[in-house]
């Protein structure tokens, strides 16, 4: 092979990134190439990315938006420019977003929890007490509903800015650096309540309402005495809406098909709000000791929540053992690399055959396939899962190393006994 000149070689097709601006959940790439480019950046919190976002315009300066960013966390980049003639550049970066502002203001979409504009994939204690603040924070939670110990503006104040804070109701003239909405009585159904305080709208105030309802709303679950057709007036009453099962702890069953199968129930009863769920995370003392949670239950409850169309999870209790933190700290951080996409709206996909166990979930963005799969039992199983307008020859199986081959929209893979799969199609073309 002949050498290139240094005529040649000046040449050739480059790209660099022009600068960086970052905000708490969000930054913007700058970037300049030599040549007119279409440029693409990939990014996450890990090295084999996972999220994409492009400029299709041929252009030889611009800027990419890194949306949807967790606060005081570290990204990696790579960044493409792609020539007329299909010659790729390509370069590398990270960037670190600041902490929580003195101030946020919050909304709802159908898809997400909006904070400042920008997505944010809410995970959740209840009432936790100081003292857990610090030992929450570093297991991946970013928002706090409501404090067992101190007043709202105490939360706050000890919090500094290291997570979000939700309030109660009546603690609506509190104000303070990470406060992004209020939460309505926890269990109102439970409690037999038809009618809730009206709030203002988000879209005016700035502060976001949330509800965490009983199961009972569901098929699943013999109805309250106030009936079912409460719901909607009770839905009515916040922005977000979610809700507790707790399949090991209430019902001292391992049937966690209830996780993926309720949450679908909700969203269909939400119509429109995004939902999250509580998951069962330690001892509650109504079921015998068999029954505790584990880091394998906990993992595939929250995944099969997210997979059922979950925008949030929560965990309760929130006092944890070493090996559960260390599951509930690994689980939030896939969440975190992945949450853009995880907020995106959902894509169809169907699985089988007729009796698997497994179940899936599918979301689209900007080109990118995301397929969430667990088995709910404890024994193997195989999955075939069709995903319409899928074209890609493979999809890749985040974090575990390993691809996954597709034929017409088609693929099959293999869960061991609660078994998580996420996998990951790249827009066409990458």
């Known amino acids: 092979m002949l ?9 050739a097709l480059s790209i660099e990134v022009a600068g960086i601006s970052t905000r708490a959940n969000s930054a913007i790439v700058a970037w300049e190439a030599n040549d007119a480019v279409r440029a693409v950046v990939e990014y ?21 938006l890194l949306s949807g960013l967790e606060p005081r966390t570290q990204y990696q980049f790579h960044l493409i420019g792609i020539g007329a003639d299909g010659t790729r550049a390509e370069t ?17 979409t159908a898809d997400a929890l909006l904070v ?50 939700l309030l109660a109701t009546r603690e609506q003239r509190t104000n303070g650096r990470g406060l992004i909405g209020w939460y309505q009585q926890d269990e109102p159904d439970g409690h037999g309540r038809t009618s809730l305080p009206t709030l203002p709208a988000s879209a005016k105030s700035g502060r976001v309402s949330f509800l ?22 009770l839905i009515a009453k916040a922005e977000m809406i979610g809700f507790d099962s707790y399949p090991l702890q209430t019902r001292c069953k391992a049937d966690f098909t209830l996780t993926f199968d309720l949450q679908r129930e ?61 599951a509930i700290k690994t689980t939030n951080a896939t969440i975190t690399a992945l ?22 979930g599918a979301r689209l963005l900007n080109g990118s396939y995301y397929i969430v799969a667990v088995n709910p039992g404890y024994r193997s199983a195989t999955a075939t899962f069709t995903v319409p307008g899928l074209a890609a020859s493979s999809v890749r199986v985040f974090g575990e190393g390993r691809t996954v081959p597709v034929r017409n929209g088609r693929f099959t893979d293999a869960f061991a006994g609660l078994g998580v799969h996420i996998y990951i199609a790249a827009p066409q073309g990458l």
């Open 3 to 11: 050498a290139l000149s240094g005529a040649a070689r000046a040449a």
């Open 44 to 64: 996450g919190t890990m090295g084999e990315y996972g999220l994409w976002t492009s400029q299709s315009a041929p252009a030889t300066t611009g800027g990419l």
């Open 92 to 108: 590398t970066g990270s960037v670190t977003t600041p902490g929580i502002g003195p101030s946020s203001g919050a909304t709802t």
């Open 116 to 165: 400042n504009g920008q997505p944010l994939f809410p995970r959740m204690v209840f009432h936790t007490c100081s003292w857990y603040y610090g030992s929450a924070v570093a297991a991946g939670i970013n928002l706090f509903m409501g404090s067992a110990c101190t007043q709202g503006a105490q939360q706050l104040a000890l919090l500094r800015g290291t997570a979000f804070s």
């Open 212 to 233: 965490t309802l009983t199961d009972h709303f569901s098929s699943r679950s013999a109805p309250l005495a106030i009936g079912r057709a409460i719901y909607p007036r």
């Open 266 to 326: 909700l969203v269909a009863l939400a119509r429109g709000r995004p939902t999250y769920q509580w998951i069962e995370s330690g001892h509650m003392g109504k079921c015998g000791r068999s029954f505790d949670p584990t880091p394998a239950t906990i993992r595939a409850e929250v995944w099969l929540a997210i997979a059922g169309g979950a925008r949030g999870i929560g965990y309760f209790p929130d006092f944890w053992p070493p090996e559960v933190a260390s």
């Open 339 to 360: 949450a853009r996409a995880l907020l995106a709206p959902e894509a169809p996909v169907s699985f089988g055959p007729a009796g698997t166990p497994v179940k899936a």
